[in-house]
């Protein structure tokens, strides 16, 4: 990952936060071609001492190298946006804000207790805000033994991780208020999540 100094983001508490916060992932691994899947991945344990897992369908072209040690790498990104160098008080040069984190591990493939455990608590996980949740164990029985046998689990062994917040630094309050403004007046959801992240990191009310 390309990492200036001044976006760099290398506390634990903020790579975990944000593994959490933005969990539909891009997993890369090498086969004969690189290849890329997007998939949903949770965090097992803690900020400072965690792995991650997931699952693919067997009909995925990744899934022939899916295997102990295999190295992958996996991709969180949170809200980006073009900002309009026209929105500066002075001429400037337009540029694109976005958060990112990178995750180099090694997999480690799931036995069917654990593939089983770990979609129990997918599902909890996304089930849980709902008005009216459903949850593994409502899945009847026939239909879930018919799908577990179409896909394979993975943990995820952390062996690096790097983030990025490209949230313009250094820029003064001025412009940090016209940027924000004008993101929030396209109305749209990931504008309006990037105007916040913004907000956030210089501390704006």
């Known amino acids: 990952m390309y990492q200036p100094k001044k976006y760099k ?47 693919i369908a067997n009909h995925n072209e990744q899934f022939k190298y899916l295997k102990d040690d295999t190295e992958a790498l996996l991709i969180f990104q949170g809200p980006h946006g073009y ?39 997918l599902v909890g996980t ?28 993975f943990w995820c062994e952390v062996e690096e991780i790097k983030g990025i917040a490209k949230l313009h630094q250094g820029y003064d309050k001025e412009d940090i208020n016209s940027v924000t403004a004008h993101l929030e007046k396209q109305q749209n959801n990931l504008n309006s999540a990037l105007s916040e992240n913004i907000k956030r990191e210089h501390k704006c009310k």
């Open 9 to 55: 983001k290398d506390d634990p508490e903020f790579l975990f936060k944000f593994i959490q916060q933005h969990p539909f992932a891009t997993f890369i691994l090498n086969g004969e071609k690189f290849l890329a899947t997007h998939i949903p991945v949770l965090t097992k344990g803690t900020a400072n001492d965690f792995r991650l897992f997931s699952h």
């Open 126 to 153: 996304f089930e849980k805000p709902q008005e009216d949740p459903l949850y593994y164990k409502d899945i009847p029985k026939k239909m879930i033994e018919e799908h577990l046998p179409l896909i394979t689990g």
């Open 83 to 121: 900002v309009s160098s026209s929105w500066y008080k002075e001429k400037d040069i337009s540029t694109w804000d976005y958060s990112a984190v990178h995750v180099n591990v090694k997999l480690k493939m799931q036995s069917r207790q654990e593939l089983e455990d770990s979609l129990k608590e």
